[in-house]
Antibody, heavy 118, light 112 residues
Framework: EVQLVESGGGLVQPGGSLRLSCAAS????????MNWVRQAPGKGLQWLSY????????QYADSVKGRFTISRDNAKNSLYLHMNSLRAEDTAVYYC???????????WGQGTPVTVSS | DIVMTQSPLSLTVTPGEPASISCRSS???????????LGWYLQKPGQSPQLLIY???NRASGVPDRFSGSESGTDFTLKISRVEAGDVGIYYC?????????FGQGTKLEIK
């Protein structure tokens, strides 16, 4: 069974940092591209970042470029999102999502909440 | 960047009746392989999104055949032939042709 389990969310002050993790199981992690998507309270879905199966290709939304860093450790079946210079508007539930062929997001984690507040 | 526009933003349907959600992209989502890179996702209350339809009109595994997707140029439609109580939630279209991937605003489906 495919499982994606996010962790690392919490309360952080503006300007602070946080590292989110996404533990993958039930599939060959190093064969799949991965993404991070977030959802602010009461709002819609926003794509944040993409990483290829090998980690060689990375893309970001403009809203997080230069502040967030996506990475993966295929030996540990894990995806990460390092978030720096956090702002109030980064408050959201953060989801990791598996991307299969044809850029389809076929599995999503349950999400981890991040609150940026003083 | 590609902008996705959904309508309506909310929908109240009687069980057993059909429902239709529209999604328009600001530019073509047609890739050179002949597929539109458009997916539909449902986020049920308190849950993470789940894939319903991929490549414009293909049902994901386990999705009832009450759900169907259609395409016409930059216009895409999700249809539910007979709405059930378990279909409540927010439906999103998403373009995956190019990054930044983008979602529609979401359509909230409620049962009458």
């Amino acid at each position: 069974e495919v499982q994606l389990v996010e962790s690392g969310g919490g309360l952080v002050q503006p300007g602070g940092s946080l590292r989110l993790s996404c533990a993958a199981s039930g599939f060959t992690f190093n064969s799949y591209e991965m993404n991070w998507v977030r959802q602010a309270p009461g709002k819609g879905l926003q794509w944040l970042s993409y990483i290829s199966d090998s980690g060689d290709t990375i893309q970001y939304a403009d809203s997080v470029k230069g502040r967030f860093t996506i990475s993966r450790d295929n030996a540990k079946n894990s995806l990460y999102l390092h978030m720096n210079s956090l702002r109030a508007e980064d408050t959201a539930v953060y989801y990791c999502a598996r991307e299969r062929g044809y850029n389809i997001f076929d599995y999503w984690g349950q999400g981890t909440p991040v609150t940026v507040s003083s | 960047d590609i902008v996705m526009t959904q309508s309506p933003l909310s929908l109240t349907v009687t069980p057993g009746e059909p429902a239709s959600i529209s999604c328009r992209s600001s530019q073509s989502l047609l890739y050179s392989n002949g597929y539109n890179y458009l997916g539909w996702y449902l986020q049920k209350p308190g849950q993470s999104p789940q894939l319903l339809i991929y490549l414009g009109s293909n049902r994901a595994s386990g999705v009832p055949d009450r759900f169907s997707g259609s395409e016409s140029g930059t216009d895409f439609t999700l249809k539910i032939s007979r709405v059930e109580a378990g279909d409540v939630g927010i439906y999103y279209c998403m373009q995956a042709l190019q990054t930044p991937y983008s979602f529609g605003q979401g359509t909230k489906l409620e049962i009458k």
